[in-house]
């Protein structure tokens, strides 16, 4: 229910990714104070404030950037349009068509499908709209469901920093726990692709942690 509501505005590819980065920001800094701190110096409400506020500001800097980006990206297609329209030459428009649409990543096709597809494109094109794009309602709920999300995967960090009275075993925990959030979010991933999803799972995990090491390692 909920991952249908969430992707009824966004993208599964840009809800999962959201979801990691924020993992990954989070276990960066509770990976960070676990290996660079001593256990004595360890402020565990301290390091739980500073997870979620930073948790919820990068979601906040990732809302903004996902509203600029849509406007810039539909205006940019109002621009192609405007270029089809002003053109006589068919030739140059059907080339900013396949420019445009070029159809790499998707699935084989057949030439001829693929050249049906552009000129269907292309008839359609002529004759769309040219008004500049401006930013809907669902473009505002998208945005907030990118900052809930990545403001939600602080929880399993902070959750034990403030419920358990050693510092250091809910560090290890947080860490564990997320980890395996790490995991999962693979797991899930994979059911999208049709790929193996104990693997594609590990694999998440294991990049996860790379990505953490690294950055700890560049003082992030």
């Keep these: ?7 009824r505005y966004l993208d599964p590819s840009e809800s999962l990714l959201e979801i990691l980065f924020g993992l990954i920001m989070a276990l960066t800094m509770t990976a960070g104070a ?10 565990a409400i301290e390091l739980a404030l500073g997870l979620a506020g930073c948790n919820v500001a990068w979601g906040l800097i990732d809302a903004v950037f996902y509203l600029f980006g849509t406007k810039f990206n539909r205006n940019r297609r109002v621009q192609l349009v405007r270029r089809l329209q002003a053109t006589q030459d068919k030739a140059e428009a059907f080339a900013l068509i396949q420019d445009e649409f ?4 998707e ?3 057949r030439e001829q499908d693929r050249l049906a597809f552009h000129q269907s494109l292309l008839e359609m094109l002529r004759h769309a709209g040219t008004a500049r794009a401006h930013l809907h309602v669902d473009d505002y709920v998208a ?16 959750l034990p920093l403030l419920l ?6 809910g560090l290890r925990i947080a860490n564990a726990g997320q980890l395996l959030l790490l995991f999962l979010i693979g797991f899930g991933w994979a059911s999208y692709t049709g790929a193996p999803r104990l693997r594609t799972g590990a694999l998440i995990a294991l990049l996860g942690v790379v990505l953490v090491l690294i950055s700890v390692a560049l003082g992030g």
């Design 164 to 169: 358990l009275d050693d510092p250091h075993l």
């Design 34 to 43: 676990r290996l660079l701190q001593e256990r004595t110096e360890i402020n």
């Design 1 to 7: 229910m909920i991952a249908r509501f969430v992707h």
């Design 107 to 109: 699935p084989p096709m």
């Design 102 to 105: 070029g159809l790499e990543g």
């Design 143 to 158: 945005a907030g469901l990118v900052l809930v999300l990545v403001s939600l995967t602080a929880v399993p960090g902070v």
